[in-house]
């Protein structure tokens, strides 16, 4: 039965620093309107709030201790038959939130520049949050991952990323062997992204989804949406049309929002934009059934 219903997950931490880099990012969305603007859709929300986690050892200590928080908060939204919106600021948390579903049968849709596939082997900046998809498949960290509630590796048959271009060769190439389908973002010419998505979502049934938003999945041209910007992504018109998309037809259990810094450029402009999808995430999902109103 379709729930009224949001849980909004709210995790405003950058490995485990809470209100640092990324970690803004939650906040600002917050404060220009999110929460107001899903109620006028005739939504309940609820909040629930990642704790501190300060006592735990080091950035890959508090890291992984708030997947498992992020986890159970899934778990929980769940079981109270209420929609999971987490708004975080690392890209690792969708890891726990596909934990935290219970669903062996998950698909994936991410919006993402970055493939978030690394290894520890391969990862050549030391950026920890890059690893959050090899996690998942239980590539690297595995002790530490095993500790995460609901955690078995996950296969990626199903999954489908949009707007991806912001790759070494490496890690293109570790996309393709995982057997990963992308929508390449490109600079040579413009990329009609939503005519792709639409093209791809009828081939595969993509029920359930997990779905991720990467706001750097936005082209250069917005500015810094986080220290890791890239030309070839998504105008604002892209990303509007492919989450209509997605809820219309994917069938999505969660969605993540993340990976934003709104001290890195213009930080109110990417945050409209980010509650602009959002809703029409959630408006799509009404109008389908898959969200009903209170």
Known sequence: MPTNTITIIFSPYHVGLRDHRVGNGPHRIRSLGIVQELERLGITIEINEIDHVDDYEGEIGRSFEILRRISKAVAEAVSKNTFPLVLAGN??????????????????????????????????????????????????????????????????????YCGLRDQSDIQRQRVIDAGMKSIWGETSRKVDFAGELASELA????????????????????????????????????????????????????????????????????????????????????????????
């Open 91 to 160: 890209c690792m948390s969708s890891a726990a939130v596909a934990c935290g579903l219970g669903r062996r049968d998950l698909s994936f849709i991410y919006f993402d520049a970055h493939d978030d596939l690394d290894s520890p082997d391969v990862n050549e900046n030391g950026y920890f949050d890059a690893m959050g998809l090899s996690m998942l498949r239980g590539e690297s960290w595995k002790t530490l991952m095993r500790t995460v509630p609901g955690f078995k590796p996950f296969s990626y048959d199903k999954f489908l």
């Open 203 to 294: 081939k595969t049934s993509y029920d359930p989804a997990l779905v991720h938003l990467d706001l750097d999945v936005l082209d250069g041209s917005y500015g810094k949406v986080n220290d890791y910007p890239s030309p070839g992504g998504m105008l604002e018109s892209d990303l509007i049309s492919c989450m209509d998309i997605v809820g219309k037809t994917a069938a999505p259990k969660s969605l993540t929002v993340c990976s934003f810094d709104p001290n890195a450029g213009d930080g109110d402009k990417i945050a409209r934009i980010a509650i602009r999808a959002i809703s029409t995430f959630f408006q799509t999902l009404i109008a389908s059934g898959g969200l009903s109103k209170h």
